[in-house]
């Protein structure tokens, strides 16, 4: 039986090392046209590809699209599967590699198994309650002026949502304060995060992968002297200051290029998804206005709503857990558009799922986005109801069913930080304004689901 090692290094085209046609002819599928496959196809829509593939072939099927074979492994079993992986048979590290490699290189989710997990164990300093609670204080501060600046009318609410998260990430991530810097490393980082789905992967001059290749190195650059810098002088209670100086088991500090990667990481794998989550959030809530109301009653009575300024209160930190309508509303939010709609990895080793043998070397991928819509998971799963997350449904069903922050080994770092900034989000939002739809969205649904017409509502003053 083949088997690749964990520590191969990444295949830079996610053909090599692959199983061909022939070792995949037992697994129903298509391979499309000639050269493009299906990737037309699936880039037109995503979700109507795999409803038809499923229809056609059920639940395991082959697909060729970007330029190699992809097994796709669809439901709650699946999900737990790759997830999971009892027996460590899928590498991460592989199935995102292709992906994103060449400008987020040794990121948390492209390592695999002991490394993966000892960087992880080290990182994961950055999300304890004691810095927890100071990013609460800037997000607080952040999110309670731009809020104001908003003010009252029409807007494109996910341009608006984008910025601010940025400028967040300046704050609390990054530890600086807004302005000229900030734009500078905000502009380098929109180059990269561009990039990595580019069509174009080479650096050619005035291709957007050269405007990516160069903003990483302006990051490198800066991540790397702070690091020292914050190692030397001692850093805040920022992100990457935590970052800087996170530890090994055995006392030892992350080499700095590490932490370097880490951090690009980091940003990239926060952004474009706290970005999506709420703007679908803002839809769904514009589009029910009485869920909006519900959920502006709770935060009022947590919050004690406008204060005496005439400006609504911070959300303490020891007050979220208390929101809890508004906690659901924000997973049914992500259930219907989950910002990561599929996952990839590598199988190290031959598998067997559905009554079929997978061979090692096959590039799998599970559909959050489908599973999330099943009918066997969920009652009614088209319709908005925050009601689907009350505990008794969630125990009564599948662990699997329900996975916008993955599960597992890679179970997103970062969710209790997006909970957190969209409460405050809301918290400051939803005393202010009521939020109505001017526009129904055109969703984007990849790679991460935007709105094209950047979800146009207005905020008329309570
Ligand atoms: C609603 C917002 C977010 C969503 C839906 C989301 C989703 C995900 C998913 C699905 C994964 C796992 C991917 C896999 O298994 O291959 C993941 C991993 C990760 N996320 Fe998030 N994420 C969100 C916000 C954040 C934020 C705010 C941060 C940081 C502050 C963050 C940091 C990370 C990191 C570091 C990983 C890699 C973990 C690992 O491989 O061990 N994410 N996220």
Redesign the pocket.
């Known amino acids: 039986m083949a088997t690749l090692a964990a520590h191969d290094p990444i295949p830079t085209h996610w053909t090599e090392g692959a199983p061909s046609a022939v070792d995949l002819a037992h697994i129903p599928g298509e391979g499309g046209w000639p050269l493009v496959g299906n990737t037309l196809k699936m880039l037109k829509d995503p979700h109507a590809f795999t409803r038809r593939m499923v229809e056609i072939y059920g639940r395991v099927y082959k697909n060729k699209a970007f330029g190699g074979w992809n097994v796709g492994l669809i439901g709650a079993d699946a999900n737990e599967l790759l ?1 999971f992986d009892r027996n460590k048979n899928f590498s ?1 590290e592989q ?2 590699g292709p992906i994103l490699d060449q400008l987020f290189p040794r ?3 492209l390592m695999d198994f002991d490394h ?1 997990r000892a960087d ?1 164990r080290a990182l994961s300093i950055a999300f304890k309650p004691g810095p927890m609670r100071h990013y609460s204080g800037s997000l607080n501060r952040g999110i309670a002026q731009k809020v104001e600046d908003w003010g009252e009318g029409p807007m494109q609410f996910y341009p608006a949502i984008k910025t601010l998260t940025l400028d967040l990430a300046a704050d609390s991530f990054i530890g600086i304060e807004w302005g000229p810097e900030a734009d500078k490393i905000n502009t380098a980082f929109i180059d990269m995060v561009q990039a990595s789905v580019a069509p174009v992967r080479k650096p050619l001059p005035f291709t957007q992968m050269k405007r990516g290749v160069d903003g990483r190195k302006f990051l490198v650059d800066f991540f790397t002297a702070e690091t020292h810098r914050r190692r030397a002088e001692g850093g805040g209670q920022d ?1 990457f200051s935590q970052f800087a100086t996170a530890e090994y088991e055995d006392g030892s500090l992350m080499p700095v290029d590490e932490v370097v990667d880490h951090m690009n ?2 940003m990239m ?2 952004h474009d ?2 970005t999506s ?1 709420a703007t679908s959030l803002i839809w769904l809530l514009a589009k029910h206005p009485d869920w909006q109301e519900k959920l502006r009653q709770e935060v009022e009575s947590v919050t004690g709503g406008i204060g005496a300024d005439g400006r609504p209160r911070d959300l303490d930190y020891d007050d979220m857990g208390k929101l809890e309508l508004l906690e659901m509303a924000f997973k049914e939010a ?1 259930r219907m558009v ?3 709609p599929s ?1 990839p990895r590598r199988a190290l080793r031959e598998f067997e799922f559905g009554g079929y043998r997978i061979p090692a070397g096959t590039h799998v991928g599970i559909n959050a986005y489908f599973v999330h819509h099943e009918e066997e998971n969920w009652d009614n799963p088209h319709a908005f109801d925050p009601m689907h997350f009350t505990p008794e449904k969630v125990k009564a069903r599948h662990k699997y069913a329900w996975v ?3 599960g597992g ?7 209790h ?2 909970y957190m900034q969209v409460k405050i989000l809301m918290a400051q939002l939803l005393p202010r304004y009521r939020i109505e739809l001017v526009q129904e969205p055109d969703w984007q649904p990849w790679p991460i689901p935007k709105p094209r017409d950047g979800l146009r509502i207005s905020l008329k003053a309570i």
Do not use: D, E, K
């Open positions: 997830l991460s199935g995102w990121g948390l989710m993966h992880r992100m990481f980091l794998a926060a998804t706290i989550s992500l989950p910002p990561v996952t916008p922050f993955g080994a890679h179970m997103c770092l970062g969710l930080f997006a």
